[in-house]
C-alpha cells in the first residue's frame, strides 16, 4: 500500500453507500478509511465479501464526493483507500489536505479536479 498521498489524481471514484454512510475499511494501524473504489464491479466484490447489507453502488459527482469526503473528516475518518480488499488498498488519500486543496482551488475560481 502506498503511503499517504496528496499529489493530484484524475480520479472518478465509485462508493458503497447506505443508510448507515459510505462504506469503510479498516487499516492495519486501526484507522478507519472510506472505501473508494476505481469501478463498479470493485465495488460490488467489495460489498460481497464484506456481507454489505443494503448497500448502493454509485458513481457520485466531484461536489457530492467532496460532501463525502467532509462528512467522514467530520467523523474523524481522515483518511481514504482505493480498492481495498480483506488485506489491503492500491492507495491511501490525506481527506483533509484533499479538502484543504479544492477549498483553495474554489476560492481561487479554479474547477473542481482531483
Do not use: H
Not at 57 to 85: F, H, K
Not at 100 to 107: E, F, I, N, Q
Amino acid at each position: 500500500m502506498d503511503d499517504l498521498s496528496s499529489e493530484s489524481v484524475n480520479l472518478q471514484p465509485w462508493l458503497l453507500l447506505s443508510d448507515a454512510g459510505p462504506a469503510c475499511w479498516q487499516m492495519q494501524d486501526d484507522r478507519i478509511a472510506l472505501a473508494m473504489f476505481t469501478d463498479q464491479a470493485k465495488a460490488q466484490q467489495y460489498a460481497s465479501d464484506a456481507q454489505l447489507q443494503n448497500s448502493q453502488c454509485l458513481q457520485p459527482s466531484p461536489i457530492d464526493l467532496v460532501r463525502t469526503m467532509a462528512m467522514c473528516v467530520e467523523g474523524a475518518i481522515e483518511v481514504a483507500v482505493l480498492d481495498p480488499d480483506q488485506n489491503s488498498a492500491r492507495r491511501v488519500f490525506d481527506l483533509p489536505v484533499i479538502l484543504k486543496k479544492v477549498r483553495d482551488d474554489l476560492r481561487a475560481g479554479k474547477p473542481l479536479t482531483w
